[in-house]
């Protein structure tokens, strides 16, 4: 066997076993597992929860616009030149 038959067996004999290896590697499946299930829960919590959440949301806002003064700030207050 010449040099480059040797080498390209050898690269493909480490090819097929990484991706064996790869295959049978389940130490991050967990960990992704787990974070869409933390996901799915957020998302049905607030699907559960949103008219609170908006009625919340909407009473800050309306807090936060209301006492809001609009003549508070004169042009030259802006920190422009």
Known sequence: MNLFTRAYISMKTRALKFKEDLKSDERGVSAIVATILILLIVV??????WDTISKWF????????????????????????
């Open 58 to 81: 909407s009473d800050t806002m309306k807090k936060i616009f209301d006492t809001a003064d609009p003549n508070q700030f004169n042009e030259g207050d802006l920190g422009g030149n």
């Open 44 to 49: 049905l919590m607030a699907a559960v929860f």
